[in-house]
């Protein structure tokens, strides 16, 4: 199963101070909901992990939440794209839970439900807790520059991001490069099985 786990606030959706508290507020970046239709056409199921403290802190309720998302899912099923689930920590800092992000609690959840081995599925976020949290749960670690990356354009990276952060302007270019590298990896094991059959049928 391919699984791509993406964040939501400043990657998929525009990011907003004092954080997203109704659909109203709830605007994709551009290119992100295509981002989305296209892994889902190259056959990735997409899943959100998400901190959510405004949940904790009582500035919204799972009302407000589940109204976000049906926005959300409306938005992209008009353009032939979907996100499977959306796991979330509604917990403050305060709150010592395992599931905030740079933990990586929502990502455990997440290969437990999908039984998938995490050091096959690629993790995009926008904040340097994203990429932590994907490195901890043995992810592979990308960065967009939309959202809090924007500031991060720095080559290299600031000392906090782990070795190895993949880093993209955007959704749309992680999905692009995503693609890109799997249809390369698909032709060149074409190619060694031509390679094989060839050698298999020339007679010695
Ligand atoms: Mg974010
Ligand atoms: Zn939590």
Same mark, same amino acid.
Request: aromatic content about 4%; charged content about 25%; some cysteine.
């Given at each position: 199963?391919?699984?791509?786990? *993406?964040?939501?606030?400043?990657?998929?959706?525009?990011?907003?101070?004092?954080?997203?508290?109704?659909?109203?507020?709830?605007?994709?970046?551009?290119?992100?909901? !295509?981002?989305?239709? =296209?892994?889902?056409?190259?056959?990735?199921?997409? #899943?959100?992990?998400?901190?959510?403290?405004?949940?904790?802190?009582?500035?919204?309720?799972?009302?407000?939440?589940?109204?976000?998302?049906?926005?959300?899912?409306?938005?992209?099923?008009?353009?032939?794209? =979907?996100?499977?689930?959306?796991?979330?920590?509604?917990?403050?800092?305060? !709150?010592?839970?395992?599931?905030?992000?740079?933990?990586?609690?929502?990502?455990?959840?997440?290969?437990?439900?999908?039984?998938?081995?995490?050091?096959?599925?690629?993790? #995009?976020?926008?904040?340097? =807790? !994203? #990429?932590?949290?994907? *490195?901890?749960?043995?992810?592979?670690?990308?960065?967009?520059?939309?959202?809090?990356?924007?500031?991060?354009?720095?080559?290299?990276?600031?000392?906090?991001?782990?070795?190895?952060?993949?880093?993209?302007?955007?959704?749309?270019?992680?999905?692009?490069?995503?693609?890109?590298? !799997?249809?390369?990896?698909?032709?060149?094991?074409?190619?060694?099985?031509?390679?094989?059959?060839?050698?298999?049928?020339?007679?010695?």
């Amino acid at each position: 199963m391919k699984l791509v786990i *993406v964040d939501r606030d400043g990657t998929i959706n525009v990011e907003r101070e004092g954080f997203i508290q109704n659909p109203e507020e709830w605007e994709p970046l551009p290119g992100a909901i !295509d981002a989305i239709a =296209r892994l889902n056409h190259a056959g990735y199921h997409v #899943v959100i992990a998400a901190n959510m403290p405004g949940l904790g802190r009582g500035l919204f309720d799972m009302a407000a939440l589940n109204a976000i998302q049906k926005k959300m899912n409306k938005t992209l099923a008009a353009a032939g794209a =979907r996100v499977e689930a959306m796991f979330y920590c509604p917990h403050t800092p305060d !709150d010592g839970c395992t599931c905030r992000k740079p933990l990586p609690g929502l990502f455990e959840q997440i290969g437990e439900r999908y039984r998938v081995d995490l050091r096959q599925v690629p993790a #995009v976020g926008d904040s340097v =807790r !994203d #990429v932590q949290a994907a *490195v901890a749960a043995g992810c592979v670690p990308h960065l967009v520059l939309t959202g809090k990356g924007a500031p991060k354009q720095t080559d290299p990276l600031p000392a906090e991001f782990p070795l190895g952060t993949r880093v993209h302007v955007d959704l749309a270019a992680f999905a692009s490069v995503l693609i890109a590298e !799997d249809e390369a990896a698909q032709a060149a094991e074409d190619e060694a099985a031509r390679t094989a059959e060839a050698k298999a049928a020339t007679p010695t």
